[in-house]
């Protein structure tokens, strides 16, 4: 199928690795230009080389900065020339007790993953109502449908960035310009942030890697990990020019592991 976004911009950011990754692998391969963020230059330049040789119709350009502050962001935005496509992205705040949490450590989780995405929806939306074309991609988490005990600060910063595209996603001077708002909330995908996770997990648990690791699949209804390519498929086409009626969605990629009837 050709998804029609052939020649968009897209700005794809924290996508050195991981997820964010998965999706600008994804849009290269359908011709679309990438802007991709992370704060470690190296391996930014690794993922850059690796989706130039995917497609080099495409233009991929670099911006290393911290995309949670003003001047990661600005530096993000500039660097191209109009977002077609949005997907905001960032690392997940800490797992801990909340009785250990200070204010301080809560506006920094609500800065990552609830007040960037909006800072970034704020700079771009209004640019792809006036061209008649938008698609902007939020990556959440299962912890919004079923919160994790102790990512407290990511199921709360992340419901409220839920609840707040709940809102404007449904404003008629976007959905009727073809501007879409959807979120993606991945279960257990490999990637590096699953894999220190599960470190820590078994670090505090007096168990190997191996053992939470294999616990950790064998839960699945699927008995493996997400695959990032499996995201960045679903972010394409929620991107493309078919998924134009598709908008205020939660998207649940998790191998059918929350166990609702819907
Ligand atoms: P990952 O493999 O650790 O990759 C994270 C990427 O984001 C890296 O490229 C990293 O590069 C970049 N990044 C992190 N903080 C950044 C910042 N402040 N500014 C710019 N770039 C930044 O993580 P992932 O598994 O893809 O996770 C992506 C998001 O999905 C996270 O918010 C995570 O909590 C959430 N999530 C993941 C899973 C899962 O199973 N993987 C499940 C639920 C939710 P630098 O470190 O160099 O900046």
Known sequence: MDLGISGKWALVCAASKGLGKGCAVALVREGVNVVITARGEEALK???AELKAINRASAVRTVAGDITTPEGRAAALAACPQVDILVNN?????????R??????WIAALDANMLTPIELIKATVDGMAERGFGRILNITSAAVKAPYESLGLSNGARTGLTGFIAGIARQPKLASRNVTINNLLPGPFD???LRANTATV??????TFDEVWEQRRESNPTKR??????????CAFLASAHAGYINGQNILLDGGA???TF
Do not use: L, V
């Open 46 to 48: 690794a993922t850059a």
């Open 90 to 98: 960032a690392g997940g705040p800490p797992a801990g007790d909340f």
């Open 100 to 105: 250990e949490w200070t204010r301080d450590t």
């Open 191 to 193: 990637t590096e942030r």
């Open 202 to 207: 078994a670090q505090r648990g007096g168990k």
């Open 225 to 234: 990990f997400g695959d990032p390519a499996e995201f960045g498929a679903m």
């Open 258 to 260: 929350y166990p609702g």
